[in-house]
Every structure is written in structure tokens, then in C-alpha cells.
């Protein structure tokens, strides 16, 4: 039998929320960054069983009929509660729609969840049951696409969460670009497949009910030992990951208990609290975990491989972590993300355009994900979205000086795209007679013209521009040749210009635009 060791929990979690106290605007930035990506990411209890004790009651209460009269055939019980459960999902459904925006599909999905499974299942019956071969090709084209993004993508950034985390932990100038370290250190192909492989193995010992948390929590380690060294080998990083939590899965289920409470916390808040808290601080009780457990690498077979001591250092560091001391040679990204640079006026013109068609195509791909419908977004007829622009510029210009306090800068970000916001809507309502948008059903909105989830949008988008996409875009910008840039602004100005004369006196209008 395994020695079985006792963890102390609450000194994890302290360092946990140091951790997350030095590092908290980076890590709110990834944590809503990936919630995104990884389409929510998060684990809710199920509404239907523990949410409704009717439904729960009338359940039992077949089961209790059919053990009771011994006539009713299984499938006809299984068909009922089916046609139950079902009744509760989409009562459920409406309920949450009756709150509308981005946060409501990521609780939703976990009713109509589109994986690459449920996809496949489609596939098959539109070939097979429904004979529709042209929807079944593009189904089947789906799920491909679903599987290539899941494991390319979902499974190495996975890694790359870890690594952020890690070096955070002891390093306070870590950079959130740190989640692409997979693919700097060109073994992102490997990682991905050691992770498929987990995820496989995990799916059969599923079959197996009691086998299944026992292996979920023995190879729990393995995305972690990835971070620390991309140049171990799948057998090795299974066989790390088992040797690290032997004698530590009871322990670790432990810990995913007391943090349950924050799951629950996380359906109350619409997944708020977990971008805003508790995704972060989770994310620190299992690196701060991973550390203390790889402290006994000496007593692992493949303990050597876990070289990287520059990670691991005992005190916090006023800086980035030294690169040259990675296990693996680092691709460089050659960029200046200098975000306390001023910006000239030419470079501001360039930036109010490229926002405005960035928005234009965030709403019009929004409306088409959602209604499956394209519809030409916005008050204007041409491919940009003024608002966004204007408020770009706007958090770029006038909020320069608290560019170095990033929870400030954050919050006079709402400030200003509330504000711009609120006065937009309120000018096209009353002089025009007609909303573009409207929040009402929204979580705390004002008259339906700006809400706290839309304002929480803007400022992580703002947060993201000012220190990330501006400095990018204005180095590139300032390598166009003088003559070509303002050729290149005359030409937008122009033809924007022209369409806000059209457009003031024939709006765009229409069914998924503008609401009489």
C-alpha cells in the first residue's frame, strides 16, 4: 500500500491568494480570456437533479411505479424520464434567456453543449437515419474542425495556463503572453497529443465508474510537468504524474472539495466570480500543489527531468522569468509592447478604423453564431462600427496617465465606454427614434442602454488594446512609408465620410438592426 500523506490546505491556499493578490489584473485578464476560448470552461452542478425537487420527486416516483407493479418495460420508464428531464432542461433554458448577452451561452452550453461528440452523433444520423448527405458533409466538416481546435488549441493552452501560473507564483512582471509558451517552444504538437492521450484514457476508465476519479486524479499532474519541461515524453509524463500523487489523490480530492463551495458561487454570478476570483485562485492552489509535490523529485524515476529550478525559486522576483534559463529554447516574438508610448494623430486615424471594422465584425459574427443569420450591424452601411473607434481612441488618449495603475486604468475604462455608450444610445432613440441595441434583460443594466456586462467586455477589450494590441499595431503602422499612410487614411476618411452623409438621412436599418 501507498503512504498516504497528509496535505496542509490552508497553507496552500494562503499562498494561493498571494499569489493571486500580486498578480490579480493579469490574472483576471486570462481568466476571461479563456473562458472564452475554452467556450466557459467551467463545471456547474446540474440544475435539472439538484435544482428541482419536483422533478426530482416525480423521477423517483416512476422508478418507485414500475418496481412496485413490475409491469411497465424499462425503456418505457427510461422514455418517460427522458421526456421529463427534457421538460426541465428547456424550462431552464428560458429561464437563464430571459438574462440575454455572451455570458448566457456559456451557461447554456451545458444543456446544448456542441462538442465534437455530440457532433458526430448528428453526423451519423443525418447520413444514416435521415439520408441528408449535404447536411451530414458539413456537420461532419464540423466536427473535424471541433476536434483539430480542441486539440491544437484547448488542449495546449491548457499547458500554457499552467505556465503562466507557475511563473507568476514567484515571478511579478510574468507577462499574460506567457500562455503561448507551448507554441515557443516548438513541442506544441507533442503536448497536444500527450494531453489527447490523457483525455482518452480518462474516457475509459469512465466505463468503469470507480476507476474513473481514481485515474482522473493520478494523472492530474500531467499538464503541469508539460509546463515545467516540454521535452518530456508522453510515458514519462504519465509516469511523473503518477509518482507525484501517489499517496496524494485522497488529498487532492480533498482540496477539490473545499473549493467547491467557489462552483457554487460561480452559478449565483454567472460565471462572474470565477473571471473575477476564484478561476485564479483555484489555478494557484494547484500550482502551489504541483510545487510542493515535485519538491520529492529525487524519489521519481524520471525525477531528473523536472530541471527547471529557475521556476521554483523560494522568494518572489521583481521581474520576468530569465527565458535563457528554460529547459528548451525559446522562439522569440519580436515585439514591442511598449504601452506607455504616445500615439500620433496619423496612427490614431489608423486605429479609430481598424477598431470600427474589428467591431463590425465582432457584432455581425456574434448575430450569426447566435440566429445563424448575417445581418450588416451598426447605424452605417459600410463594414465599421463608429462606437468602437471612438472608444478606442478615446481610453487610448484620455486615460494615458493611469496607464501604470492597471485596476484604475480598468475601472475609468468603464467609465469612459459607459459613458460613450449611454450617450450613443440615447441620441439614436431620441432623435432618431429606433435602438441599435438594447440591454434590457441584461444583469444590471441602465433604461437598457448600457449594462455591467457590457461595460466588463469593453474594459477587458480596452485593457487588451492599450497594453497589447495599440503598441502592436503602432509599431507596424509607423513602418509604412509617410506618403502611403496618409494616402491610406485620405482613402478611409473619405469613404467613411461619405457614408455617415448617406447614412444620416437613410440609416441601416432593419430586422436584427434596429427595434421600432
Request: glycine content about 8%; overall charge neutral.
Amino acid at each position: 500500500m501507498s503512504e498516504k500523506v497528509k496535505i496542509d490546505r490552508k497553507k496552500l491556499k494562503r499562498a494561493a491568494r498571494k499569489d493571486l493578490k500580486a498578480n490579480y489584473f493579469k490574472v483576471v485578464l486570462v481568466s476571461f480570456v479563456f473562458a472564452i476560448i475554452m467556450g466557459g470552461g467551467y463545471q456547474f452542478v446540474s440544475q435539472v437533479w439538484f435544482g428541482n425537487e419536483e422533478t426530482k420527486n416525480e423521477i423517483l416516483t416512476i422508478f418507485e411505479r414500475d418496481k412496485a407493479e413490475g409491469e411497465e418495460e424499462i425503456s418505457e420508464v427510461v422514455e418517460e424520464v427522458s421526456e421529463d428531464a427534457e421538460q426541465e432542461v428547456v424550462s431552464w433554458e428560458e429561464k437563464r434567456e430571459a438574462l440575454d448577452g455572451i455570458l448566457a451561452p456559456v451557461i447554456n452550453q451545458i444543456f446544448k453543449d456542441k462538442s465534437v461528440f455530440n457532433h458526430l452523433v448528428d453526423t451519423y444520423e443525418l447520413f444514416m437515419t435521415n439520408k441528408d448527405y449535404g447536411a451530414g458533409t458539413i456537420s461532419l466538416l464540423t466536427s473535424l474542425v471541433l476536434l483539430l481546435f480542441y486539440v491544437f488549441v484547448k488542449l495546449v493552452l491548457r499547458v500554457g495556463k499552467n505556465r503562466f501560473f507557475l511563473e507568476s507564483r514567484r515571478y511579478e512582471k510574468t507577462f499574460v503572453g506567457r500562455v503561448l509558451y507551448p507554441y515557443r517552444t516548438r513541442r506544441a504538437m507533442r503536448m497536444s497529443l500527450t494531453l489527447f492521450l490523457k483525455d482518452i484514457y480518462e474516457f475509459l476508465w469512465l466505463f468503469t465508474i470507480v476507476g474513473y476519479p481514481i485515474k482522473c486524479y493520478q494523472y492530474l499532474m500531467i499538464p503541469y510537468v508539460l509546463a515545467e519541461n516540454p521535452n518530456i515524453k508522453t510515458r514519462e509524463a504519465f509516469s511523473l504524474s503518477k509518482e507525484m500523487m501517489k499517496g496524494r489523490k485522497w488529498e487532492a480530492f480533498k482540496i477539490d472539495l473545499s473549493l467547491f463551495g467557489w462552483k457554487i458561487l460561480e452559478i449565483g454570478s454567472f460565471g462572474l466570480s470565477a473571471v473575477f476570483y476564484s478561476e485564479g485562485y483555484i489555478d494557484y492552489v494547484w500550482a502551489e500543489f504541483y510545487a510542493e509535490q515535485r519538491e520529492r523529485k529525487n524519489e521519481f524515476k524520471y525525477g531528473k527531468l523536472l530541471a527547471d529550478e529557475a521556476l521554483f525559486v523560494s522568494k518572489s522576483v521583481d521581474a520576468d522569468y530569465p527565458s535563457e534559463k528554460s529547459l528548451v529554447e525559446l522562439r522569440e516574438f519580436k515585439i514591442n509592447t511598449d504601452y506607455n508610448r504616445r500615439y500620433s494623430g496619423r496612427n490614431l486615424i489608423l486605429f479609430f478604423f481598424t477598431f470600427s471594422f474589428v467591431g463590425w465584425v465582432w457584432e455581425v459574427t456574434l448575430h450569426l453564431v447566435r440566429y445563424g443569420q448575417f445581418v450588416n450591424r451598426g447605424t452605417l452601411h459600410g463594414p465599421w462600427l463608429p462606437i468602437y473607434g471612438i472608444g478606442g481612441v478615446l481610453i487610448l488618449v484620455l486615460l494615458r496617465r493611469f496607464r501604470k495603475n492597471p485596476v484604475v486604468f480598468f475601472l475609468m475604462t468603464m467609465v469612459v465606454s459607459g459613458a460613450l455608450e449611454y450617450v450613443t444610445h440615447w441620441y439614436l432613440q431620441t432623435f432618431r427614434g429606433m435602438e441599435w441595441w438594447d440591454y434590457h434583460g441584461y444583469f444590471l443594466n441602465i433604461n437598457g442602454r448600457i449594462c455591467l456586462e457590457g461595460l466588463l467586455v469593453f474594459a477587458m477589450g480596452g485593457a487588451g488594446v492599450t497594453y497589447f494590441v495599440a503598441p502592436i499595431l503602432d509599431t507596424f503602422y509607423n513602418r509604412l512609408k509617410p506618403e502611403v499612410a496618409v494616402l491610406i487614411c485620405a482613402v478611409l476618411v473619405a469613404g467613411f465620410g461619405t457614408d455617415f452623409v448617406y447614412s444620416f438621412n437613410h440609416p441601416n436599418t432593419g430586422e436584427g438592426i434596429t427595434s421600432e
